[in-house]
């Protein structure tokens, strides 16, 4: 039982060089969602998605992209990683709204940029 | 703005001391409330919730009851264990652009020494 599952869990960039993080539910959950950790600062939502072909900025969307191309993955894009963008990030998913629901966290992807 | 504030950490107990860990927040309307833990090198789970004034979440021993007129969530344990070392986050509903998220507090470390 997968569950939510990010990749990579670790990576080291340079500034202005770009990545995808992937992250896959099984859960067949119609709402996705990716938030930064940052130290002292809790959990920041960058985008969600509230089903297949649907995307929307959450809190801190700058410098971020996202696609839902298929109702089971969720990707967040960093066209041109910058230091600030260092931080781990989660992916979570829900059946159902967060209000009654329940979010699934994936384990976290570590992601440094020098 | 819906906003929650954590009591701040980190916060240190020996095993079988009893645990508080305050949590208050700022709402229009009726949001729910939600505590989920973190432990070392994993995602957040959701470890108990409320969803309207006076409820009682209850989970692995810690509880926490929705308090409206002090605007309150307090985490409690009667007795603590060593496993129960994690961070600690309190959350509230946001309703923005028709859909409902997630608003997290900044999160409290808990250490619980034998």
């Known amino acids: 039982n997968a569950g939510v599952t990010q990749t990579p869990k670790f990576r080291v960039l340079k500034t202005g060089q770009s990545m995808t993080l992937l992250c896959a539910q099984d859960m067949n959950h119609e709402y996705m969602y990716w938030y930064r950790q940052d130290p002292g600062m809790g959990l920041r939502l960058i985008h969600y998605s509230v089903g297949e072909g649907t995307t929307a900025k959450g809190e801190v969307p700058d410098g971020y992209n996202v696609s839902r191309l298929k109702k089971q993955n969720f990707l967040l894009g960093l066209e041109s990683a910058a230091p600030s963008q260092t931080s781990v990030y989660f992916c979570?998913?829900?059946?159902?709204?967060?209000?009654?629901?329940?979010?699934?966290f994936g384990e976290g992807s570590r992601l440094t940029v020098l | 703005g819906n906003s929650v504030t954590q009591m701040e950490g980190p916060v240190t107990l020996s095993e079988e001391a009893f645990l508080t860990i305050n949590c208050t927040y700022t709402a229009t309307g009726y949001p729910s409330l939600f505590w989920y833990v973190q432990y070392p090198g994993e995602g957040l789970q959701l470890l108990l919730k409320?969803?309207?004034?006076?409820d009682k979440g209850s989970n692995k021993g810690f509880e926490a009851t929705y308090r409206k007129e002090t605007t309150s969530f307090h985490l409690e344990k009667g007795s603590v264990q060593v496993s129960d070392s994690a961070v600690y986050f309190c959350a509230l509903t946001v309703t923005q652009g028709g859909s409902e998220k997630l608003v997290f507090g900044k999160g409290t470390k808990l250490t619980v020494n034998p």
């Open positions: 409320a969803t309207k004034a006076d």
């Open positions: 979570a998913s829900s059946y159902i709204g967060v209000g009654t629901g329940e979010l699934f």
